[in-house]
Structure formats: C-alpha cells, structure tokens
C-alpha cells in the first residue's frame, strides 16, 4: 500500500486537522467528534444544513461547508458511516432555533445512524427534517443499499438547499427545495482501477489491466458490467444515454462531470465535451457545467456524470454564492 499518511487508523483524525488548519478562520472542530462546523455556527436567523458520511470521498462533505452551503458536516471512518452521536453533536452544533436539515445519501448505515441522531435531536426540542439523495441509475439495490445509491448529485443538493437556507427559508421550504432536486437529479459512474481502504491496506476490488466496470458505486460496490476499457466518447455515451433514459430532462440541464480520485481533468474535460454534444443532439441546454472532483473514492480512477433538470428557482440558487472551500461561486 502506498499512501501518503501516519497510522492507517488516525487518517480522519489528521485530515480534519489538517482541513482546520486550512481554514483556521472559517471552520472549526466540535471538540471530541470528527464534526467540522463553520466556524460562527450556529448562524442565527438560518436551518442549519449537516451532510457527512463515511470519509475517503473528499472534498465531500467537509468541503462544502460554508456561507451558501453547508453548517456542518460528520467525517466517519473511511468509507464508515458516522455514528448517531456524531450526527446529533453536528445537529446540535448548528441549531440556531430555526431547525436543522440533513442531507442523506442512501446508504444503509447513513440512513439508520442519521435518521436515529434525528430522533435523538427531537427529544432534545431540535426540529429535524431530512432528505434521502438517490441519484445513481446504476443499479436499484447494491451490498451497501436499498434502493438507489446517492452519489455526485448530492452536491446539488447541499448547494441549492444551502442557498435556499441562506434566503432565510423555513425549514419546510428547504425541505421542499431539496426534494425537488432529488426529483430532478441522475448520475452514473464507472471505475479503471479500485481503491485501498487505508486501514485494510489492500485493493477493494481487482479490476484487470484493460478491463472496466460500469456503474462502480462509490465504495466499489459492483456495477451492471465489467467490460474492456473503451474510448471517452463511448463511455461518456454508455452514461450520459443511461442517465436520459431514466427522466426527462427537456429544457435546460446542470452537468457536473466528477473525478473519482485519480483522473485527470484533462480525461475529464474530454468526457464533458462529449456529454455537451449528446445533449446537443437531443435539444437540451446545457446552463452551467461542473468538471473536477467533487465526490470521490480515495484514488480510485474513473468518472460519473450527473445530470440536473433546472428551473427558474433551482438556477437561481445554483447561481447563488458559495463560499464553501471546495465550491466557491
């Protein structure tokens, strides 16, 4: 295993220093948890949004806290969901009077563990209301789900319900808001190489030299094909036609072409320009478009695309400025 790191069982401990340490003056570490606030929360007058999950996919989720975006988010074990105390200490930490709002992506264990954390929140007077993100057409159950995986859309869905809670929107507005853009979002992924969990210290999965595999989840849970490496323009096509088969996205679309650790923009640039021309080619206007990394899986390679259906209200808050580290508009 080559990895830059210390102890294989303190690397979320050392990031989350090292993220403070990046951002001594924006953020911060509830003391003895793995949650990181902004660093004036709670905001008064505002829900507080919490996102998190199991670590390795960074800069989710850390890195979209912010004014715009985020108020806190629980950094589990590596690809380990957080636990429910976690959870409540992030709810209690940016719980203004004003309710607080999760955002789920639809794992098991995040579910179950954020869902009791609510639970435990409203015994303690907090309102909580959640979303369950579920935007990966790939496949509808996997080793790790019930249901659709939640992949890349869930950074729309910080940003625009993060926006809507900066406009000083109820909770029940942000809820709303954020349903709308679970309603309207798709991804799917594929995967060259798999990735080392640190403190397993080997591979998740074998992938052989040319082959590939479509519709990898983001902890390297099977996809619907393992096949031999193609070109760009295949791939972007197997995922983009894929995504428009699942939900009409007539009108005008958000794309967001993600990284998954190890791939570089230029491979990416070279996905999105393909993407653009499948759209083209079915008349949908491409409004904004997002290429980089911004939900990963460690150093794994490979890309996902995401589609997002917008209207006047969802382009507004897209547009709308974040000062999140990683997403700043």
């Not at 939640?150 to 808001?177: N, P, Q, R, Y």
Request: overall charge negative; glycine content about 10%.
């Amino acid at each position: 295993m080559k990895k830059i790191i210390n102890d294989p069982n303190q690397v979320v401990q050392d990031m989350v220093d090292g993220l403070i340490a990046a951002n001594p003056t924006t953020l911060k570490q509830v003391p003895d948890t793995f949650v990181v606030a902004r660093a004036d929360a709670p905001v008064q007058g505002k829900v507080g949004l919490v996102s998190g999950g199991g670590s390795g996919h960074e800069p989710a989720h850390a890195g979209y806290i912010g004014k715009g975006m985020l108020d806190a988010a629980v950094c589990g074990e590596v690809f380990t969901s957080p636990t429910p105390d976690q959870v409540l200490e992030a709810i209690k930490a940016v719980d203004s009077g004003n309710g607080v709002f999760l955002v789920i992506k639809n794992y098991t264990g995040d579910v179950l563990n954020f869902e009791m954390a609510a639970e435990l929140a409203e015994a303690e007077g907090i309102q909580v209301e959640h979303v369950i993100v579920n935007d990966d057409v790939a496949v509808e159950d996997s080793s790790f789900t019930t249901g659709r995986r939640g992949i890349a859309g869930t950074v729309f869905v910080h940003k625009i319900a993060g926006a809507k809670a900066d406009t000083g929107a109820s909770l029940s507005e942000v809820k709303t808001v954020a349903e709308k853009v679970v309603a309207n979002v798709r991804s799917m992924g594929m995967a060259l190489t798999p990735c080392t969990v640190p403190a397993a210290g080997k591979p998740s999965f074998q992938l052989a030299e040319n082959e590939m595999e479509i519709g990898m989840g983001i902890h390297g849970e099977p996809g619907i094909n393992r096949t031999t490496i193609a070109t760009a323009d295949e791939i972007a096509t197997t995922l983009t036609e894929k995504v428009l088969e699942d939900y009409d996205f007539s009108g005008e679309v958000a794309v967001l072409v993600n990284g998954l650790g190890a791939t570089p923009e230029m491979e990416l640039y070279i996905m999105n320009k393909k993407v653009h021309e499948l759209l083209a080619e079915q008349g949908i206007a491409v409004y904004k478009s997002f290429v980089g990394e911004y939900m990963t899986s460690l150093e794994m390679a490979g890309c996902s695309v995401t589609l997002l259906k917008l209207d006047d209200e969802l382009k507004e808050l897209l547009d709308a400025e974040s000062m999140a580290p990683a997403f700043r508009s």
